[in-house]
């Protein structure tokens, strides 16, 4: 059974501090690794991570991907409160048309609670 | 931008009780993906279509159906509704046919309460 595991699950911060967040997978097959932003509403995507190595970066964000060891992190520097939110990490399932069979669902983590405090 | 469009936004219906829930994909994708997330919990996969075909199915219980019409949109049907139902109801569409760098896109959800 496929599995993706977040670390922490809740973090409490003050603004400016730099966060870093884990999540490592376990999955028959792999796509990609995305991280979402979920705020009581839809999850908000960050970054849709591929190869192993390669930074991507969004302004105070980042993350990057191990396809070796099986994990990703996700960097937010000089946190705010508007940062408050749950963290996704989510692993997909190869596409159809690219000789997978299950159409690129998501095996979602169980969330980083990130609590930034002014 | 067009996004997805899920409605209703909030149900209320009582045990036993059936649901339809309604998702209309942003327009030209042809894949429509359901999730649930209940409390505090990650979201789950339920089911999928890929041009008006079940693509892909997850933990959805068989009270539960789901169809893609002809425009594209999906219905989630609920019948026999339980209090562990209570949920919230996440649809996302994608292009298969696009690039590999795309991605699916989330609705809004439907927050599904059963007394």
């Known amino acids: 059974e496929d599995k993706v595991v977040q670390s922490p699950l809740s973090l409490v911060v003050h603004e400016g501090d730099t966060v870093t967040l884990n999540c490592s997978y376990e999955?028959?097959?792999?796509?990609?690794l995305l991280w979402y932003k979920q705020e009581k509403k839809a999850p908000t995507f960050l970054f849709m991570l591929?190869?192993?190595?390669i930074e991507k970066k969004s302004g105070r964000l980042s993350s990057i991907l191990d396809k070796k060891e099986l994990f990703s992190i996700l960097n937010i520097t000089a946190t705010q409160t508007g940062d408050s939110a749950v963290y996704l990490c989510?692993?997909?399932?190869?596409?159809?048309?690219?000789?997978?069979?299950?159409?690129?669902?998501?095996?979602f983590g169980q969330g980083t609670i990130l609590t930034v405090h002014p | 931008a067009a996004g997805v469009i899920q409605s209703p936004r909030h149900l209320i219906k009582e045990k036993r009780e059936t649901a339809t829930l309604k998702c209309y994909p942003i327009?030209?994708?042809?894949?429509v993906y359901w999730y649930q997330q209940g409390p505090g919990q990650d979201p789950q996969f339920l089911i999928s279509?890929?041009?008006?075909?079940?693509?892909d199915k997850g933990s959805i219980p068989d009270r539960f159906s789901a169809q893609q019409f002809s425009d594209y949109h999906s219905e989630l049907n609920m019948s026999s509704l339980e209090l562990g139902d209570s949920a919230l109801y996440f649809c996302?569409?994608?292009?298969?046919?696009?690039?590999?760098?795309?991605?699916?896109?989330f609705g809004p959800g439907t927050r599904l309460t059963v007394l």
């Open positions: 996302a569409s994608r292009d298969l046919g696009l690039s590999s760098t795309d991605t699916q896109y």
């Open positions: 999955v028959t097959n792999f796509r990609s």
């Open positions: 591929t190869s192993s190595g």
């Open positions: 989510a692993v997909e399932a190869p596409l159809a048309n690219a000789g997978g069979t299950s159409y690129g669902k998501l095996t």
């Open positions: 327009p030209r994708h042809d894949t």
């Open positions: 279509f890929y041009e008006k075909m079940q693509s």
